[in-house]
């Protein structure tokens, strides 16, 4: 059964790839960090909820590293020009972690079948929702063989030691087995018809939640209220 249908605190898709956005439009302002810590936890309670237990611990340490490392842009701004030109990469981290976290979550705990079904709920344009559908289908076949090329150079003794070597026999492949993932991907779409202008019947229906509701406007509370206050 898809994840969507099955967690309760699982939102639908849509849901989950507007929180992204959301956020994105809050990088652009000073949000207090009582507020980024509120969206943190917010975030790690659904990934613990939806199985990722892992991620749930890694969303939390890893804010707190970087909220100890940059505790105030103010901070960095007052620092001597190397310094700053440092420890500013670590504020652009910090800055952009709350959107790719949110983001992060839409993607591990959404299938295609779901999104897809989502997409075509709210009539989405098919230039939008098929880009969408074919990266659901990229990154998870990419990992695994990313991660099969990095096992079989580690057992010939190529590491990051040796970065030329590591570059020619790590990241050409990789560049190579990405172009045949897409190209099988869209052979695959065009096999379905992903194109047909039919209206398809779906397997998988979709339908919101109070998950859903809960979960974008205690976004929108502290997004609003870590500017304003």
Do not use: H, Q
């Amino acid at each position: 059964m898809p994840v969507f249908l099955d967690n309760p605190y699982n939102p639908n898709p849509i849901s989950k790839l507007l929180v992204p956005f959301l956020l994105g439009f809050a990088v652009f302002y000073k949000v207090n960090t009582c507020f980024e810590w509120g969206i943190v936890f917010l975030l790690s309670v659904l990934f613990y909820k939806n199985g990722l237990k892992k991620e749930a611990l890694k969303n939390i340490l890893f804010f707190g590293a970087l909220c100890l490392i940059v505790p105030n842009v103010d901070v960095v701004r007052s620092m001597n020009a190397i310094l700053m030109m440092v420890f500013m990469l670590f504020a652009v981290f910090r800055m952009f972690y709350l959107p790719f976290s949110a983001g992060s979550f839409f993607v591990k705990t959404s299938d295609v079948g779901s999104v897809i079904s989502s997409m075509d709920k709210i009539r989405l344009p098919r230039a939008v929702s098929i880009p969408i559908a074919v990266m659901f289908r990229f990154f998870p076949s990419f990992r695994e063989e990313s991660r099969n090329i990095k096992l079989a150079m580690r057992i010939r003794g190529i590491t990051f030691k040796n970065p030329i070597s590591y570059i020619e026999y790590v990241m050409v492949p990789l560049l190579v087995i990405s172009a045949n993932i897409s190209d099988d991907i869209a052979k695959a779409a065009e096999t379905k018809c992903i194109e047909n202008p039919i209206k398809k019947t779906r397997y998988i229906s979709v339908r919101l939640k109070i998950v859903d509701l809960v979960y974008v406007l205690l976004m929108l509370i502290m997004i609003i209220g870590g500017i304003v206050w």
